[in-house]
């Protein structure tokens, strides 16, 4: 007895050392461990998602693509595939499962290794997750038994499954359940079958070695494997177990199902541009795990109509210009061999397959050369031939064995009929000159469309908000409105004359685009003709730091140095700049922001970012007088004087119908804009609006050189005439609203003398003066600069001749009279 007693007593001793010191253990690794208040405060990486302004998806942002789903949302299919597949004893166990520990080893030792499942239960990993680091010490394991038995008295079973479910990893930056259904098979959790739920509940324990395409059998049978727990454990029929086991697995990856992206359009200049300026508001990590909801201000058919148009004037160029230089890719000789390899290589190149100019832009692959003919492999199916004929490069110097090899990946696209029938397969290329189209509402500074180049796959350089170019002439509107605030009228009359100006770098001699000189001009013909000398001028008499404040007050430029060449547009600015500056001349001179943004709100639903401010203070009234709009109050700040920007607006609009944009652009609502080209055609833009919508355009090569004979009125000014057309189908427009305290009188365009209020002809234009103000007729203004004498207006002697009667009875057309100027020259000018 005494020598039990001892072995009791030994027992007994032990027991009581081996549970002070397990107390010990727990004691001492149990007091500096993370308080878990902070799962009570789970928020997780979540999906930025972008909307159109009808509501759909646009594009997403995440850093880890995850949508969170709470617990009652989840259906018990897909929890019980878990619980299953991970933690058995899940919803009885106290936050550690001593049962399913051995039952794991010796599962583990009777397959050999073949059927492996961790011993950690779900509320362990959710703590390993959560509040402890990955690594594989006691230390860390010891942590996460006292976190998890905590956590288990704090919480529901529902709420630790919820955690888990939306916090772990499931390949394919997926993250949580509904991001994996989304991934997997595009669908929502709600439409899974149990061999689906059983494929997500399979990859929880090893995401990266069971794709579904790659480890095709490794992920079968670990599928099967979930599936037969399921059906043990009693949340699956063994009938359902039978024919699920059987079923092949069908995934986005392996092409059974259309990719969630495949629905969504590609990423453009304007979502990419929302990233960045939100990214700047808000700091990446916010917009990019923040679960943000964006209501961009994009319409997505003018976006595309605003890609095609700028598209369309930039491949016009470039094949004007016949030169070839295709992708820059090219697939190994190896490649080409077979179909299926050329195919794969093909799909893995970075080729652009964002451009839907007149049809869908390929890629290809050169297989064959020939002399009349070249064959291609070309990505996806279709039934035509894949060759291309000799006359498709006739605007190539050369043969296709001087242009091409074989191995070359090229761009083609349909070539149709005018009846929709196809003619043929014809390479495309990206051009070599850019450029960037901006249209927004005038009235909110809602940006409608940006396209800034021609592919966003091919440079995700932004060129509208980015490129930092020369306005040029789209600058002179700003001159004209400093001086129209500053007294000057459309009808005052500035000298069009030579000018010399000594400068540090020499001397600067200023042109006009003609190299004609024009003489004493009304300001309206100077901003109809783009005369640089009139705006030189113009500059020197009101002083370039006024026009610096007007280009600064519109937002042009954040600081203009006052030089006069600026007054030309020599400094650079963006287009995204002047298009929302030409907006306020055409809303009437108030202060609009321009924004891609109309509401941001977070993961909760709370309002953010909200761009309009405006309040309607009668908008809740559910019966309004018929015929009366609410009323909507606004306080935006005046930058302008209202009559002057309508005698702005005035003069642009003879900018279209018959100054330096008159050939391209014909739109049944009235149209005011401005063409701009710099020195040597490197830079040529169009900016102009109706009473609505503002937009603009630019072209030019990244790195600045010559366009040739390019201008701003030939090249950009159609790409704002296609893009219009449909806009003012959709949206309308009528005449520029005539504001309080215009006094209308008539005017003889071309020599700025008022004429008889019953006057009519093309040269007889209706002027807006400020009423109380009529101006004082017949002063001309030259800016300071020297003159030799009254030059004449070349345009004006036609139009200041006259027809008389001769002594024989004929008629005869007699000039102006002489001055000082042409009697000293010899009157040769």
Not at 340 to 362: C, F, K, S
Not at 421 to 449: C, H, I, K, Y
Not at 467 to 480: I, T
Request: hydrophobic fraction near 40%; aromatic fraction near 10%; proline fraction near 5%.
């Amino acid at each position: 007895m005494s020598f039990l007693g001892g072995i009791f007593s030994m027992l007994t001793l032990g027991l009581a050392m081996g549970a002070v010191t397990l107390g010990a253990v727990f004691y001492i690794y149990g007091r500096d461990l993370p308080s878990i208040e902070v799962l009570s405060q789970y928020t997780p990486r979540t999906i930025s998602r972008v909307y159109s302004a009808e509501g759909r998806i646009i594009d997403e942002f995440a850093t880890e693509r995850r949508l969170f789903t709470p617990s009652e949302d989840i259906p018990d299919l897909v929890k019980h595939a878990f619980v299953s597949a991970e933690d058995q004893n899940f919803y009885t166990h106290p936050g550690f499962d001593i049962r399913g520990m051995a039952a794991a080893a010796a599962e583990a030792v009777r397959s050999r290794g073949a059927d492996m499942r961790g011993a950690s239960t779900i509320t362990q990993q959710v703590m390993k997750n959560f509040l402890l680091d990955g690594s594989r010490t006691a230390e860390r394991k010891i942590k996460e038994l006292i976190l998890a038995v905590r956590i288990e008295n704090a919480m529901d079973k529902e709420d630790i499954l919820e955690l888990y479910l939306n916090e772990i990893f499931l390949g394919q930056n997926s993250y949580g359940v509904a991001a994996a259904a989304q991934t997997y098979y595009n669908k929502p959790l709600t439409d899974i079958t149990p061999g689906e739920a059983a494929y997500l509940a399979a990859l929880a324990q090893r995401p990266g070695n069971l794709h579904p395409v790659r480890d095709y059998e490794d992920a079968v049978s670990r599928r099967n494997y979930v599936l037969r727990r399921m059906a043990e454990d009693g949340y699956i029929e063994q009938a359902t177990f039978e024919a699920e086991q059987r079923e092949p697995l069908l995934t986005v990856q392996s092409g059974a199902y259309e990719g969630f992206r495949a629905s969504l359009p590609p990423r453009n200049y304007f979502t990419d541009e929302i990233r960045r300026q939100l990214s700047a508001n808000f700091g990446e990590e916010e917009f990019f795990s923040g679960g943000l909801s964006i209501r961009a201000t994009m319409d997505p058919e003018l976006q595309i109509e605003a890609a095609h148009a700028l598209q369309r004037a930039l491949e016009t160029f470039d094949r004007g210009v016949g030169v070839w230089r295709a992708t820059g890719l090219t697939l190994p000789p190896d490649a080409l061999a077979e179909d299926i390899t050329w195919r794969q290589a093909l799909a893995e190149t970075d080729a652009p397959r964002d451009i839907t100019l007149d049809g869908v832009w390929y890629p290809a692959v050169v297989l064959d050369i020939g002399d009349q003919q070249m064959r291609l492999g070309i990505e996806g199916d279709h039934d035509e031939e894949p060759v291309v004929p000799r006359e498709d490069i006739d605007w190539i110097p050369g043969s296709f064995g001087d242009n091409f090899q074989v191995g070359d990946v090229v761009l083609v696209r349909k070539l149709l009929g005018d009846d929709g029938s196809f003619l043929r397969w014809t390479l495309r290329q990206v051009p070599e000159v850019q450029g960037a189209f901006m249209a927004m509402d005038v009235n909110t500074g809602r940006v409608l469309a940006i396209q800034g180049g021609f592919s966003y796959q091919a440079s995700v350089f932004n060129r509208a908000t980015q490129a930092r170019r020369q306005p040029g002439s789209a600058f002179k509107p700003f001159v004209y409105a400093a001086a129209l605030d500053s007294g000057y009228t459309p009808a005052t009359i500035v000298v069009d004359a030579p000018i010399e100006i000594d400068t540090p770098q020499g001397l600067w001699v200023p042109q006009n685009a003609s190299n004609e000189f024009y003489g004493p001009t009304p300001l309206r013909t100077g901003i109809e003709q783009s005369r640089n000398l009139m705006t030189i001028r113009l500059a020197q008499e009101i002083g370039m730091d006024t026009v610096a404040q007007y280009a600064e007050r519109f937002g042009v430029y954040d600081d203009m140095s006052p030089f006069l060449s600026n007054a030309l547009g020599a400094q650079e600015t963006t287009l995204f700049r002047m298009v929302a500056a030409y907006a306020m001349f055409a809303n009437g001179g108030e202060r609009v922001e321009p924004t891609l943004v109309d509401r941001v709100q977070d993961r909760y639903g709370h309002t953010i970012y909200r761009h309009d401010q405006r309040v309607c203070v009668d908008c809740s009234e559910l019966a309004l007088p018929p015929g009366e709009a609410p009323d909507i109050q606004s306080d935006r700040q005046r930058i302008m004087n209202a009559v002057t920007a309508f005698q702005l607006t005035s003069m642009m609009e003879g900018v279209v119908q018959r100054g330096t944009a008159a050939k391209a652009i014909e739109l049944p609502v009235p149209i005011a804009g401005k063409t701009g080209t710099t020195n040597e055609a490197k830079d040529v833009w169009f900016i102009g609006y109706s009473s609505n919508i503002v937009a603009g355009c630019y072209i030019g090569y990244d790195t600045p050189r010559s366009m040739g004979g390019a201008s701003g009125g030939g090249l950009c000014a159609p790409v704002f005439q296609e893009f219009m057309e449909p806009a003012v189908e959709r949206f309308g427009g009528g005449p520029f609203a005539i504001p309080e305290g215009c006094s209308f009188i008539n005017i003889d365009r071309f020599s700025g003398s008022r004429l008889p209020d019953d006057a009519s002809g093309d040269n007889v234009v209706s002027e807006c003066f400020r009423a109380g103000e009529e101006p004082i007729f017949g002063v001309t203004y030259d800016g300071g600069f020297e003159m030799s004498g009254d030059l004449p207006l070349v345009s004006e002697v036609q139009a200041a001749s006259r027809n008389v009667t001769t002594s024989t009875g004929g008629t005869a057309t007699v000039g102006p009279s002489a001055g000082f100027g042409t009697l000293s020259s010899g009157g040769l000018y």
